[in-house]
Structures are given as structure tokens and as C-alpha cells.
């Protein structure tokens, strides 16, 4: 039995094992895979986690470093997580992710805020760490790793839904691009031993999920030697995975244009339990500017990239990350950004304005001299544009008929049933007989700017 110090009496009697670990994500679902492994490393050791804050011993907040908004997010739940340090001083406050890869031992200079510091690399240390903070002493591990991928870990599912779930098959990245945190952040690329990744996804079929998302920043460059010096690539591994059933839905997330190949998309063509989305963040439609990104590719190889996806899926719905107001971006670039979005006639996408990153190479070497109220025009003008573009895309669906599998009940009413389509477009129908986690065919009969409204069809 352990004896704590409580807030208002004293000294109070503790009696489970070690306690309960309330988690908080935030940014990408590499995170959210990643609080899936931190969950089951502490399950192991002891810790039970809860969903509510008030019941928490131990507070871990995964942290996002991508942009500064990203981060300001954070720091503000931190200042809400040090009041409820201050009524219950034996609560251990932890910051995991991005944000402690990137600013490390700064987190101890303000009192009282955070007692443990975990990179991406080291949740293993999690228990060790926490014991430390236990015993009153702040603890740190950010370490970056050139082996880890957590490989042998079976994450605890947190999603909740049950149907659907994020399988990590490589960690870190490679590609450098100029603007972008995530190399310094999460280290060199690594893939995870397909053999633990097929057996990852059986665990999950076995626990009733119908879906599973391979991540990676960049899934196209997944690659493992196996033993006898044969090689598994990421069209490989897609191939393994989609064969192990073929009613389990196999997404993955993201491609990199410039590694994305023939390969893959004829995988995808030949599996029909391979969903047909591909998210392909182009950035910019300026060759000048994807060069100061070091994207590796040109506005006419992207061009090729989408030609290559129509023509080898021809209903394939395709995704993608757009920033506004890169350094030194002109009108005129921000204009062949438009002219490309227009041309892809992308179904849906996420767009920034361009944060500058310290100790990037674009923060290093280029000049952030694009005014923000320009910034913000642009993204307000791209953000319009898309949104034509993603009503088009939906609304070209009334009156087809797709296979929906049914991730849950609608927010707006318990009466109807959600779910997504293989292009990845959200679903809202009557219930009917059908229950979370079927496949059912759906007739579209209208479009909303966020979702598709259908009914069964038999
Ligand atoms: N500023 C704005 N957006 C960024 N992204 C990555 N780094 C930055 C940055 N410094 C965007 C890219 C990437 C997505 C995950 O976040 O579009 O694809
Ligand atoms: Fe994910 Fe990148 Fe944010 Fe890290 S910085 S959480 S890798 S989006």
C-alpha cells in the first residue's frame, strides 16, 4: 500500500497497485496510435487508465509540435492541468510527443507544471520515469531511437468505437522537407517488421475491427529485409495485409507523391478490401516554391501522380495537405496552387497557413516574409475553394450506391447510424436493423457540405 500526500488531509491511504493514468492526445494519429502503445505499457506495469480527469493520478498530455497553434493548444491544457495540480498536489503531470522531443528540460523551468518528460522514442522509460516522479523528482527521457517501433507492443485500443483502428508499421522520417518539424521531432525513419504487423492486424479481426489504417509519415518507403535477403515493400506489405481477410478494410496514411508508385496502385486496383482513398498532400501547386519545400517533385509530377491514380483507380477518391503563404510565395504561386486544386478536383483537404518552425531548414535559411493578413487571404481563398470542390465531389455521389461500414451512432441523432464509404466520405442513415461494425449498402440521396445522407438498400 502506497501512502500519498493529498490535498486538504494530510496523508491518505492509497490502495490500487500504482493508478490511474488519464491520457490526452493531440496533432496527427501517429499520436493517436502512439498513447494506444503508452496505455498498454502502463497497463503492464500496473496502471489502470480512466477517461475522466477528475479520477486521474497520473495526467499525460501526447503533444503536437507541427505548427504553433499546435502547440499553444497544449501549453493552455497545461495551465488548466496545474490548477487541478494545485487542489491535488500528487498528481504527476506528464508531457509526451512532439513538443517534449522538441523543448525538452524547458518544461521543468515554470514550477509546479510538468513533472515528466517523455520523446517518442522512450515510453518505454514511461514506469521508470513515473516511479521517479513519485518520489518527488522530476524525470526525462528524449532519446531518440534508430531501432525503436515498439514492435512487440500490443497497443490498447482507446478509440473506443471498436470497428476501426490505427496500425503503425514506421516511425521517424527521412524526406527533410524545409518547413516541416517531424525529422527533428520523431528521428529517423524506421519500419517495423511486417511479420508483428500482420500479426498485430489478426489480434484485431480476432477482437471484432473491421477496419485497420497503416500509418506512417511517409508509408510509401516502408521497407524490410527479410531473412533470406528478400525484401517487403509497402506494396508488399499492403498485399499481406489485405490478404489476411478479405471483409477487414485496409486504409493507410500518408503517401508521399514522390515515392508513390505504379506498385501500390495496382496492389490497390487488385484487392478489393483496399479502400479507394489516397491522401497525397501536394503543399503547393508552384515548382519554384515544392523546391524551397525540398518536396522532391515538380507541379507536372504531381499532375503525373494524379493521372497515374485515375487512371489505375479510376474511383478513387484523393485527399491532401495545401500551405498558404510559404516563404516568399507570390500571388502568382499562390495562384498555380488554386489552378492545381481546381485541376485534381480534390475530394477533401487540410490546409494551413505556413507556421515557421524553429531549427527547421526553412526557418534556418529562408526568410518567414510572407505577411500574415496575405497568409490568411490565401488560406481563406483555398479553404473556398475546396469547399466547392468537396460539395462537387459529394455531390456527384447522389444517387450511387456504396458499402458503408457503420462506425457508430449519429451525433445528431440516435435514431441514425454513421459511417464511411471505401472513398472515405462520411455516411448518415436511418438505423434499420444493421448494427456498429456492418457492412451495408447505402443509396445516397442527398449531400450536406460535411456529409452524405443515404438510406439501406437490401
Ligand atoms: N506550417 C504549416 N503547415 C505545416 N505542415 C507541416 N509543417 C507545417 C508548417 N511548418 C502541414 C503539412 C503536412 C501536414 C501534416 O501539416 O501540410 O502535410
Ligand atoms: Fe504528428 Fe507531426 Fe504533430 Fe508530431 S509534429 S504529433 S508527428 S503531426
Not at 470497428?163 to 516511425?171: E, G, K, L, N, Q
Request: overall charge neutral; proline content about 3%.
Amino acid at each position: 500500500m502506497l501512502l500519498e500526500q493529498n490535498s486538504g488531509s494530510g496523508y491518505t491511504n492509497r490502495t490500487q497497485s500504482n493508478g490511474r493514468v488519464y491520457i490526452e492526445t493531440y496533432g496527427c494519429q501517429m499520436n493517436v496510435s502512439d498513447s494506444e502503445v503508452v496505455a498498454s505499457i502502463l497497463q503492464s506495469n500496473g496502471y489502470s487508465l480512466t477517461s475522466k480527469l477528475d479520477e486521474a493520478d497520473v495526467i499525460l498530455v501526447n503533444t503536437c509540435s507541427i505548427r504553433d497553434n499546435a502547440e499553444e493548444r497544449v501549453w493552455g491544457r497545461l495551465d488548466v492541468f496545474r490548477q487541478y495540480k494545485r487542489r491535488n498536489p500528487s498528481v504527476i503531470v506528464g508531457v509526451l510527443g512532439c513538443m517534449g522531443e522538441r523543448l525538452k528540460d524547458s518544461f521543468f523551468d515554470k514550477k509546479n507544471l510538468v513533472d515528466i518528460v517523455a520523446g517518442p522514442d522512450a515510453y518505454r522509460e514511461l514506469p521508470v520515469l513515473l516511479r521517479l516522479a513519485e518520489e518527488g523528482q522530476s524525470g526525462i527521457n528524449v532519446l531518440l531511437s534508430r531501432e525503436e517501433t515498439y514492435a512487440d507492443i500490443s497497443p490498447v485500443r482507446l478509440d473506443k468505437n471498436g470497428v476501426s483502428a490505427f496500425v503503425s508499421i514506421m516511425r521517424g522520417c527521412n524526406n527533410m522537407c524545409s518547413y516541416c518539424v517531424v525529422p527533428y521531432v520523431r528521428g529517423a525513419e524506421r519500419s517495423r517488421d511486417p511479420e508483428t504487423i500482420v500479426r498485430e492486424v489478426k489480434e484485431l479481426i480476432d477482437d471484432g475491427y473491421r477496419e485497420v489504417t497503416l500509418l506512417g509519415q511517409n508509408v510509401n518507403s516502408y521497407h524490410w529485409t527479410v531473412e533470406n535477403g528478400g525484401l517487403v515493400s509497402f506494396a508488399k506489405l499492403l498485399e499481406m495485409v489485405a490478404k489476411i481477410n478479405p471483409t477487414l478494410r485496409v486504409r493507410y496514411s500518408t503517401s508521399h507523391p514522390k515515392d508513390l508508385s505504379d506498385e501500390v496502385l495496382q496492389t490497390m486496383a487488385r484487392f478489393g478490401n483496399i479502400c479507394s482513398h489516397i491522401h497525397l498532400p501536394v503543399q503547393s501547386g508552384s515548382s519554384r516554391i515544392l523546391k524551397l519545400m525540398n518536396r522532391g517533385y515538380t507541379r507536372e509530377y504531381y499532375m503525373g501522380r494524379v493521372e497515374a491514380i485515375r487512371r489505375i483507380l479510376p474511383d478513387c477518391a484523393i485527399s491532401t495537405d495545401v500551405i498558404a503563404g510559404f516563404c516568399s510565395e507570390t500571388d502568382a504561386d499562390h495562384r498555380e496552387t488554386l489552378s492545381l486544386m481546381q485541376w485534381a478536383n480534390f475530394d477533401f483537404a487540410y490546409m494551413f497557413k505556413y507556421s515557421e518552425r524553429p531549427n527547421t531548414k526553412a526557418a534556418r535559411r529562408l526568410p518567414d516574409d510572407v505577411p500574415d493578413e496575405t497568409k490568411a487571404r490565401r488560406l481563406t481563398e483555398i479553404i473556398a475553394l475546396q469547399g466547392k470542390l468537396s460539395e462537387q465531389s459529394k455531390k456527384k455521389d447522389v444517387g450511387k450506391t456504396f458499402e458503408v461500414l457503420i462506425e457508430g451512432v449519429s451525433k445528431k441523432s440516435d435514431q441514425h447510424f454513421y459511417g464511411r464509404t471505401s472513398q472515405n466520405k462520411v455516411v448518415v442513415f436511418p438505423k434499420g436493423n444493421s448494427g456498429i461494425g456492418d457492412f451495408v449498402k447505402v443509396a445516397i440521396l442527398k449531400s450536406t457540405p460535411a456529409t452524405l445522407i443515404g438510406e439501406m438498400v437490401l
